[in-house]
């Protein structure tokens, strides 16, 4: 293949503002502009007749080799992300791979044209963006963590202050213990925080998704029988999905004590294991009192509760749904929740099919 042979069109693609490179039918670089040279840093006598692979780190040869062939084969424009580091220098590039057609537009290829585009200042401003919400969730997450302590300290204070005061041994007594419940709340929050700065690691209690909602249910139907609550399962094949077993009994445990504080006397509570589309979804949904819309968007963030540091008869540090977002992620797979107000609450976990094992479909 050959640059058309007027020199205007030889000097519009030399002079472009963005780098161009061209190839021939076996993907040989046969075009490599001035920006291409300013760009990727190298010179075109270097890259002339050589493999457009080349032009990118060794660890994206093969996905580049993969997306011209189907460049040719499907006659579709391919984008592929590269990552390049020179040095101290570090850029990051789109390569926008587009046909180059032949005489007869219904023909094979000739070619393939590849537009490098700079993507570094849009890579660094949406990393600052990602850094930025880290502080903030940060900030969010410090400001809760020193309210709640604040009020559990300023409880446990109190009650002692009593305790050493009072002369009746019965009172005494009962702050001492008010002091000692004030304290395991302490506790609490801490474990769940835990839950948030321990890196995800390997572990071995590894065991089927579907084995563990079978496991879970049994150890809490008859508790939920006492509380008016029905368990009900709708288990479909699914492919296996291995999960820390212990985790998400811990996963299950939170989405269950948020129902029953939405089901004071009682409901439903279902729990449905099922594939869509490329994902394996478990979907835990109760018939309480449902989200309010406005609070949705809010469900996982640390401290967020609507119940109160003192609400009901237990401290309610507004962590159980974080928790349950943090380990989703850290399995690999995600959540999100939906509800409408008085009609219950539904949350849904997915993992994607790509990491399951196919023992069964």
Do not use: C
Not at 191 to 215: G, Y
Not at 277 to 287: K, M, N, R
């Amino acid at each position: 293949m050959s640059l058309p042979a007027e020199p205007f069109f030889q000097r519009l693609v030399e002079h472009a503002a963005v780098a161009v490179i061209a190839t021939d039918a076996a993907f040989s670089i046969v075009s490599w502009n001035a920006a291409a040279e300013s760009l990727l840093g190298v010179e075109a006598s270097r890259m002339l007749g050589r493999p457009l692979e080349e032009a990118v780190p060794p660890e994206r040869r093969a996905p580049l080799a993969k997306l011209m062939h189907r460049v040719v084969q499907q006659g579709e424009m391919e984008k592929l992300e590269v990552r390049l580091t020179d040095g101290m220098t570090q850029r990051d590039v789109l390569i926008v791979l587009s046909p180059i057609p032949g005489e007869q537009e219904w023909g094979p290829a000739q070619g393939v044209a590849a537009w490098v585009l700079d993507q570094t200042p849009r890579t660094r401003l949406s990393e600052r963006l990602v850094e930025a919400e880290k502080m903030a969730s940060l900030g969010t997450l410090a400001g809760g963590v020193a309210q709640h302590f604040n009020s559990i300290l300023g409880g446990v204070g109190t009650f002692v202050d009593f305790a050493l005061t009072s002369g009746d041994p019965q009172a005494m007594r009962r702050a001492l213990q008010m002091a000692a419940e004030a304290a395991a709340r302490a506790a609490q929050i801490t474990h769940s925080l835990l839950s948030f700065s321990e890196p995800p690691s390997h572990r071995a209690d590894l065991a089927d998704l579907t084995e563990v909602v079978l496991t879970f249910s049994h150890l809490v139907e008859r508790p939920l029988t006492e509380k008016n609550i029905e368990l009900l399962l709708d288990l479909h094949p699914v492919p296996i999905v291995a999960v820390e077993a212990n985790r998400m009994h811990q996963a299950l445990g939170n989405l269950l004590t948020n129902a029953e504080e939405a089901m004071p006397a009682g409901g439903q509570v279902a729990i449905t294991v099922d594939r869509r589309g490329e994902d394996v979804v478990l979907i835990f949904a109760d018939s309480g009192n449902g989200i309010k819309h406005e609070h949705l968007p809010l469900v996982f963030e640390p401290f967020f509760t609507t119940k109160g540091l003192l609400g009901g008869d237990r401290a309610n540090p507004g962590l159980g749904l974080s928790v349950v977002h943090s380990i989703a992620v850290e399995m690999g797979g995600r959540i999100e929740v939906q509800s409408d107000e008085g009609h219950g609450a539904k949350f849904i976990l997915y993992f994607p099919v790509e990491k399951a094992t196919h023992g069964y479909e």
